[in-house]
């Protein structure tokens, strides 16, 4: 990727799919933004190795989700205040959209929210899935579908009304 005009290219086609993947792991849209950006470099580091096993695009987003994960990981991240402890900062501000479901999705085990995200959000298939885990395509299935009972726990009374 050492032309910029193929450069351009790739990051024209896939920021906005980047952008959404790292905000649904990482729920702050500055850190998305700054995780897209690492995601490009990173990738233009590592054009020379990709083999084409699999689209640009799931390589993309394969490397958003890990630097996403080492951003959760990181020291700067466990050390700063919580959005509560601002609140009383704030001056008036339009109604926030309801959060519940982004915030929800974000509570779940990085197992089962990894395979949420790609399967709701980028509306990959389990197979596609599977292949960029390198797990079971049963496997991703059953992650799916453990963390559709785990939201369906917690959202009990937000979106489902409780009743089977």
């Known amino acids: 990727m050492t032309d910029p005009d193929r450069l351009e290219e790739v990051i024209a086609a896939y920021e906005n799919t980047l952008y959404r993947a790292a905000l649904a792991v990482l729920g702050d849209a500055h850190e998305a933004e700054d995780a897209v950006q690492d995601t490009f470099l990173r990738a233009l580091q590592a054009w020379p190795k990709f083999r084409g096993e699999s689209t640009v695009e799931t390589w993309l987003v394969r490397i958003a989700i890990n630097v996403c994960k080492n951003q959760l990981k990181s020291p700067w991240r466990t050390r ?11 001056t008036e501000a339009p109604e926030p959209e309801d959060d519940t ?7 779940l ?7 949420v995200i790609l399967y709701y959000y980028q509306e990959w298939r389990a197979w596609e899935i599977a292949q960029q885990l390198h797990i079971p395509v049963s496997t991703v299935t059953v992650r799916l579908s453990r963390a559709r009972g785990i939201l369906k726990e917690k959202l009990k009374g937000w979106y489902y009304d409780g009743e089977e």
């Open 80 to 90: 700063r205040a919580p959005a509560e402890a601002l609140e009383g900062l704030r």
């Open 101 to 107: 479901l982004v915030r929800a999705v974000q509570a």
């Open 109 to 115: 085990p990085p197992k089962y929210r990894e395979v």
